[in-house]
């Protein structure tokens, strides 16, 4: 069966059926590509730039964003998740204790209600905020 085949088959199809055949096609393109041994490596150093920025708490939350970055492009398995965190943390760029994850190479992020962290505002300080008096006006009868 050729592609011209297939293609006036599927032209055949009811309109849902014929999404349904487009999100299998790219489902299945996908596994395949990903387990091709000839797929790109990963880029380790575009992933700790976004694990920089993002800063996961947690190993469950890091191996979720790490899984999240390559979900259009074919799926990462979990056994190569693992792998990449470990390469992470020989290179010192998280450590790791318990479940909590730390990032000592990089300054921490800003929280609510930490002054020391937070960005400067633009908006006048209230304190030295003008008000308009009261002016009282007298009876002149």
Do not use: H
């Not at 349904?20 to 575009?46: C, H, V």
């Amino acid at each position: 069966m050729d592609f011209d085949e297939v293609l006036e088959l599927a032209c055949q199809l009811p309109r849902n059926d014929r999404f349904r055949l487009i999100q299998t096609l790219i489902k299945f393109s996908a596994q395949e590509e990903a387990e091709s041994p000839d797929s790109p490596p990963l880029d380790i150093q575009y992933i700790i730039e976004r694990i920089n920025k993002n800063q996961p708490a947690s190993y469950k939350s890091l191996a979720n964003f790490i899984k999240s970055m390559f979900q259009f492009k074919g799926g990462v398995k979990d056994e190569a998740i693992d792998s990449l965190i470990q390469e992470i943390v020989d290179k010192k760029i998280i450590k790791i204790n318990g479940t909590k994850i730390t990032y000592p190479n990089t300054p921490p992020r800003a929280v609510a209600g930490n002054q020391k962290n937070q960005k400067p505002t633009n908006k006048p300080d209230q304190s030295n905020r003008w008000t308009p008096k009261k002016i009282v006006v007298e009876d002149a009868r």
